[in-house]
Each structure stands twice: as C-alpha cells, then as structure tokens.
C-alpha cells in the first residue's frame, strides 16, 4: 500500500495467497493451519499459540501419512 490507511484496509479486506498455493511442496493440511492463524476474525482464528503448534503438529502428522 502506499500510506498506512491503504495497508490497514487491505489487512482487513484481502486475504493472503495460501502457502501451498505460492509454493506447491507445502502439504495441504500445513497450509489450511497456517491460513486458520492468519483469520482476521478471532471467532475463526487458532485461538493460541499452542493450540497453533498443536494444529501444526497434526498437520505435519497427516503430510506423512
């Protein structure tokens, strides 16, 4: 953005690429963990960090699957 308001809107309105959409080596599940933490809204956000490295750590179990 150019100025600070134009970051704050898109911070609020965009959403972010997907990790394995930039890079198709990341697993699935890895990915959908990632984008739950990045949620703007808390209701749909992984609530700390260690239920993040829970989520994460499931994630990694199910990619080796």
Do not use: F, W, Y
Request: net charge positive; proline share 11%.
């Amino acid at each position: 953005g150019g100025n600070v308001q134009e970051i704050l809107m898109k911070h609020l309105q965009a959403r972010p690429k997907a990790p394995h959409e930039l890079d198709p080596a990341v697993p699935r599940p890895i990915s959908d963990a990632i984008m739950k933490a990045l949620q703007v809204d808390p209701e749909h956000r992984i609530p700390t960090a260690k239920d993040l490295a829970s989520a994460l750590s499931g994630a990694l179990k199910a990619s080796a699957a």
